[in-house]
């Protein structure tokens, strides 16, 4: 074994983890050991649920399965419809954000009317950021409402040059937008899915290579990198009407240290795009006793037996990948060593402490 490296654990801020509602694809329990598998010690869960995050009461019941079954650090996001305006007050000081849905993905989440998502912009209270599902000209949609009301947004999954330089363009007039690029966007692009087809199908499409380029050329003007694991049953992804997602939480964290290795990257990006400026936008502060100790230099296979994640599969099985997590410290407390969760269900904290 060579020399180990410490890391501060790894901040997923979007994450899907099915529960409740579809927990044949993935609970809490299953997601956030995952998570500490890849070294990541907080998720950001999303409210796409299959009954959608729309009410005080739904993310109450939402926020005691996480307390009875999370491994890591956890926040929830509230989600809207555009009619559920009078919740917003409820359920600010329990969230870590406001998700707006502006393309089409996964459950009925998706606001088409101008209207309505200009309402949400206007009443959804300042202290607390607005995380948007954008593409294309949606884009334009949302940076112009928060430039209109003073909003504190971020756009998640960027996978293109057109979208990304809309973002770093609102960047240079100081509106107030950050963005994220998932690992899949940045590994695998249009060839990987014209080959796997529908094990790949996602939101928003993989894209062409010279994308990708212009994404790792651009990564330091990105913000984070998340995972947006989004598991489904292999069996579901190759059925007549393919579910939209792939898991990432495991695999992360390998992928970009391989990419150190590659020299496509170096530790300390690593470190802001996955600890340091998420806690910058969404206003946390990670306990400084959090970190992850790896192996940089082992050399291991991906391997879908070995994985945490409940749908039992990752689009990047036979990778040969660096950088084997050793061991992983939440609060001081030794949660994971050498592929085994040490802690009971319930040990992850939300990290919105306010009480339901």
């Not at 919740?87 to 009925?108: M, P, S």
């Not at 949400?120 to 000209?137: C, D, L, M, R, T």
């Not at 107030?176 to 899915?193: E, G, M, R, S």
């Not at 037996?305 to 407390?333: A, M, N």
Request: aromatic share 8%; proline share 4%; charged share 30%.
């Amino acid at each position: 074994m060579g020399k180990l490296l410490r890391l501060p654990g790894l901040i997923d801020i979007h994450v899907h983890l099915r529960d409740p509602g579809q927990t044949h694809k993935e609970d809490f329990l299953t997601g956030t050991s995952a998570a500490l598998a890849g070294g990541v010690t907080t998720v950001f869960d999303m409210p796409n649920n299959k009954e959608p995050i729309f009410s005080y009461g739904r993310l109450k019941e939402k926020i005691e399965i996480a307390k009875r079954k999370a491994v890591c650090d956890w926040g929830l996001y509230f989600g809207t419809d555009g009619q559920n305006i009078k919740e917003f007050e409820k359920v600010v000081d329990k969230v870590v954000g406001l998700k707006v849905y502006l393309n089409l993905t996964t459950g009925k989440i998706l606001i088409e009317n101008e209207k309505l998502v200009e309402k949400v912009f206007k009443y959804w209270p300042k202290n607390k950021i607005i995380v948007v599902h954008a593409e294309g000209e949606k884009i334009d949609l949302a940076i112009g409402l928060c430039k209109k009301y003073n909003n504190k947004i971020h756009i998640t999954h960027i996978s293109n040059r057109q979208d990304l330089d809309k973002i770093l363009e609102a960047k240079l007039k100081k509106i107030p937008v950050t963005c994220d690029v998932t690992i899949n966007h940045l590994f695998l692009d249009k060839h990987d899915a014209d080959f796997y087809k529908d094990l790949l199908v996602m939101k928003p499409s993989l894209q062409n290579e010279d994308e990708v380029d212009y994404l790792w050329e651009n990564l330091p003007r990105i913000d984070c990198i998340a995972t947006d694991h989004a598991p489904h049953l292999a069996s579901e992804k190759r059925s007549f009407d393919p579910p939209t997602g792939v898991t990432g939480v495991e695999t992360m964290l390998p992928l970009l240290l391989t990419a150190v290795k590659q020299k496509r990257l170096t530790i300390k990006e690593i470190v802001r795009l996955t600890n340091t400026d998420p806690q910058i936008i969404f206003g946390y502060k990670q306990d400084k006793n959090t970190y992850v100790e790896l192996d940089p230099e082992e050399e291991y296979k991906i391997d879908n037996k070995r994985l945490f994640t409940k749908c039992g599969w990752s689009p990047y099985h036979g990778w040969k990948v660096y950088g084997k997590v050793k061991k992983v410290i939440l609060r001081g407390e030794k949660v994971f060593e050498e592929g085994k969760v040490l802690i009971k269900p319930g040990f992850g904290l939300n990290i919105c402490y306010n009480k339901v």
